[in-house]
């Protein structure tokens, strides 16, 4: 990227303009960053407009190489150019032709040759804007539709083509291979003079995004010879997905330097992850990190369009980030409506959870303890089968599914055990009502932490040193819970019938997979999907990936890779609770007093 025009200072104002990324990617919007700063002192910026002028560079094969004739007819100039030969980097005389008629003529015998070429795994740096039939166009004055020939600009021994004035740019196959240039000016609505000097950028070629790899679903063969399928079961998929907010792919740090920047973009990623989560056709999907605009402006819409509803819980606190923008990020549980109906919601903030403790002490220990205030959340919602399936004497069958990112920071493992102490313990009112439970959690916590032994193992046992318990908080809390939790991933890996290319993927200790999340400065698994292993089977889980590279990545847009578990509920042995559930289920963990329960007001 480059910019072409002088200075961008005036004696007035100062223009901003950088682009998201330097190469644009095909389909997906480029929209440049625009901020217009007055200097000191200065009066406001008057009401203004701001002109975009978009131009794709054209690129002439004849103008810096001998003309090329048909391959058909030698008489004639070719005008287009097969772009399975350019793919493959096959310039050879055959690959050229003077019509699109020509062209389609030859094409049963043209391409034929293609199989006979070794494909350029770099081809698409530099293939050129697709036409009709495989092929492109070289005349200045090609048209991607009807419309009347555009400018043409010439400029530092290039030829660019007015595309269009918008804010934003949507890279088509045309653009493939080619730059893009903007001209951007700020004029003033009353004197139409410019506030600012015109500014002028050029991007790198357009690209073509890679494939997305698929992941197939692992069945254990030994579960499905030893426990059929009754035809009343229910059957579900579940998804749990850090998906990696904006504000932390692009913060302006170089944690991810190792990534494109085109493919941490929003722009890139948005598209990426959606087309991932659809794939996987879940019917619950358990999403954290998600950023609340992009929830609202296209999560929540696009996924609407396939069946999805949802509830989002965001956190209290919101960050500024380095665009100059305030957001906040969440948790979202999203469910296909044709299968469930939402009964009830209930939202944790784990900021509450230590407020008891923290308000008993006084002094200098108060304003020490005021660290385990961490703005995590959890939601929790129940939910319901529509319609008959796996409906018994009028009772339909309930699930709940909890959604929770723990805290992050490795300084503090009091309070990541505090946080999920504090929703196991809310879960267990729901388990009271004999409601099967599902835990989707970033527990930002290895496999043999003490919250995973806590969850998984249904107790903790924690020495009271400062190494573990800074204020000494995890003393007065019940370490224990009636909760059969047990891991997805961990309950596959176990038994019999898993291929042996799938266990070299996993920990042969923990039985976990030996990542989730893979980056420069760590490797581990961090993401866990929990069952209660009295009211559900495990049918299947997604495979895990290789260890092909660091996340995030073109292929994968998150720093953590998605899990997901098939599950049966067996409605013979569904025996729902004529309780009726609780209007809430607490904002703090069980503490106790002289080795005894204090239960919560």
């Not at 009066?43 to 978009?54: C, D, G, I, R, Y």
């Not at 100039?77 to 793919?87: A, D, K, P, R, W």
């Not at 302006?252 to 941490?264: E, F, I, V």
Request: net charge negative.
């Amino acid at each position: 990227m480059a910019q072409e025009s002088g200075s961008s200072e005036s004696p007035n104002w100062r223009l901003d303009l950088h682009f998201p990324s330097n190469a644009p990617v095909f389909g997906c919007r480029f929209q440049p960053y625009i901020h217009v700063v007055k200097p000191k002192g200065s009066f406001q910026l008057p009401p203004h407009e701001n002109s975009f002028t978009w131009y794709r560079e054209h690129v002439c094969s004849s103008s810096n190489q001998e003309k090329v004739r048909c391959f058909v007819h030698h008489d004639k100039l070719s005008t287009i150019q097969c772009i399975v030969c350019v793919g493959q980097n096959r310039h050879t005389k055959m690959s050229y032709y003077c019509s699109d008629t020509c062209f389609m003529a030859a094409w049963n015998k043209h391409k034929v040759h293609h199989h006979f070429a070794d494909p350029d795994p770099q081809a698409v740096k530099i293939i050129k804007s697709l036409g009709p039939y495989g092929s492109y166009p070289d005349s200045p004055g090609y048209q991607d539709d009807d419309s009347q020939p555009n400018e043409v600009v010439e400029q530092d021994g290039k030829t660019w083509i007015e595309m269009g004035s918008w804010e934003y740019y949507v890279p088509t196959e045309h653009d493939i291979g080619f730059c893009l240039r903007l001209k951007f000016e700020v004029v003033d609505s009353s004197t139409r003079t410019q506030l600012c000097p015109a500014r002028i950028e050029v991007t790198d070629p357009v690209i073509y995004p890679p494939p997305h790899p698929p992941r197939c679903t692992m069945w254990n063969s030994c579960i499905a010879d030893l426990k059929e399928h009754s035809s009343n079961d229910v059957t579900f998929r579940v998804l749990s997905y850090n998906i990696l907010a904006d504000y932390l792919a692009t913060s302006g740090s170089k944690r991810h330097d190792y990534c494109p920047d085109w493919a941490l973009s929003w722009a890139y990623r948005q598209h990426n992850l959606l087309y991932e989560i659809i794939d996987y056709d879940a019917d619950i999907l358990c999403l954290q990190e998600v950023q609340k605009d992009h929830f609202e402006n296209f999560l929540k819409p696009e996924l609407a369009k396939y069946g999805y509803l949802v509830v989002y819980k965001k956190k209290k606190t919101g960050i500024f980030t380095f665009k100059s923008q305030f957001t906040v990020d969440g948790c979202a549980t999203f469910y296909r409506d044709r299968r469930f109906k939402e009964i009830a919601t209930y939202e944790l903030e784990f900021n509450n959870s230590a407020k008891p403790f923290v308000d008993s002490l006084d002094g200098e220990q108060k304003n020490e303890a005021l660290r385990l205030l961490k703005d995590n959340v959890a939601l929790v919602v129940i939910l319901e089968m529509v319609g008959n399936e796996g409906s018994s004497d009028g009772n339909r069958p309930r699930i709940c599914v909890a959604n929770t990112h723990i805290h992050a920071n490795v300084q503090n493992p009091d309070i990541k055990l505090l946080q999920v102490v504090t929703l196991i313990h809310a879960l267990e009112k729901i388990a009271e009502l004999k409601i099967p439970l599902l835990i989707c959690a970033d527990l930002n916590s290895l496999p043999q932490s003490d919250p995973y032994t806590f969850i998984s193992k249904a107790r903790v046992e924690i020495l009271p040193i400062k190494e573990t318990d800074k204020s000494g908080i995890l003393q007065t809390l019940k370490l224990s819970h009636p909760l059969n939790l047990v891991s997805a991933y961990a309950t596959f890996f176990q038994s019999d019938g898993v291929e042996d290319h799938q266990r070299e993927k996993m920990d042969p200790e923990t039985k976990e997979p030996l990542f989730t999340s893979r980056t420069p400065s760590f490797f581990g698994t961090l993401d866990y999907i929990f069952y209660t292993a009295a009211s559900l089977r495990l049918d299947s889980v997604l495979e895990l990936l290789d260890k092909e590279g660091y996340l995030p990545s073109a292929k994968w847009s998150s720093d953590h890779i998605a899990l997901m578990a098939s599950f049966s509920l067996e409605t013979s042995s569904y025996n729902l609770s004529s309780e009726p559930l609780p209007e809430s289920l607490g904002q703090h963990p069980t503490f106790l007093h002289n080795n005894k329960v204090l239960q919560e007001s």
